[in-house]
């Protein structure tokens, strides 16, 4: 598991009160998932960007992400490039941290500013997340724990609790894989009348996954014939 360290730094009321000058009057601290591919296919990668918007003085976050584990398979977690705009961060040094506590849970994505310098405003992607698709079907990503006690969520330079907006699931699709253009053997079975007999027949059919999807999407059995 990886070690957790923490920073103690004194408070920077001079840069606090010029960033709320700046910052949007109205604005709401809002995060939200970006997909690379809202519909990916079996064993495609899926990265997935935890963006942030509306922020006026983020200095740091905290958060957990959780994710159907039998259609995705986490390969990797990795910092965003947001905090690091305004100066050196726990993620340059090599010590952004996760956990993975339970099976489809990511807790604990954490990243800190290091530097006595004023959070970041404005909107940007926090981390990423990165998967393999293990199977076709519906599924969601979902925040995580975003407000809860002992410093989850969000702090800004003064060391204060930033609460995040509640972000709804973000839903997706994965698809089957798309077979290459062919000749291909569909198996169907057919059930004699009355007899309570039942008899395989094979057809070999020729696919072409661009023309006739249909010939993919309806679930049939294919294999490549020899």
């Known amino acids: 598991m990886p070690k957790i360290l923490t920073i103690l730094r004194k408070p920077l009321i001079g840069a606090v009160c010029l960033l709320a000058f700046s910052a949007p009057v109205n604005a709401v601290p809002i995060l939200s998932f970006e ?15 935890i963006r942030a918007a509306g922020m006026a003085d983020l200095y740091s976050y905290h958060l957990g992400v959780g994710f159907d584990a039998s259609m995705l398979g986490l390969t990797s977690v990795a910092p965003g490039g947001f905090l690091a705009s305004s100066g050196l961060t726990l993620g340059a040094l090599g010590l952004f941290s996760f956990d993975i506590p339970s099976t489809g849970q990511v807790s604990n994505i954490r990243d800190s500013l290091l530097d006595p310098v004023p959070g970041v405003a404005g909107g940007g992607i926090l981390a990423t997340l990165t998967w393999k698709m293990l199977a076709a079907g519906g599924s969601a990503l979902n925040f995580l724990n975003l407000n809860a006690p002992l410093g989850t969520g969000g702090l800004n330079s003064m ?37 309570g007999e039942s008899k395989t027949a094979v057809t070999t059919v020729t696919v072409n996954p661009v023309s006739q999807p249909e010939a993919v999407s309806m679930g049939l059995k294919i294999q490549r014939a020899p």
């Open 159 to 195: 060391g204060q609790a930033i609460t995040f907006a509640s972000a709804a699931p973000t839903n997706f699709t994965a698809l089957a894989p798309v077979p290459a253009p062919g000749n291909y053997q569909v198996t169907t079975t057919a059930t004699v009348a009355g007899a």
């Open 35 to 49: 997909l690379s591919n809202a519909a990916p296919q079996v064993g495609d990668s899926l990265s997935v960007n």
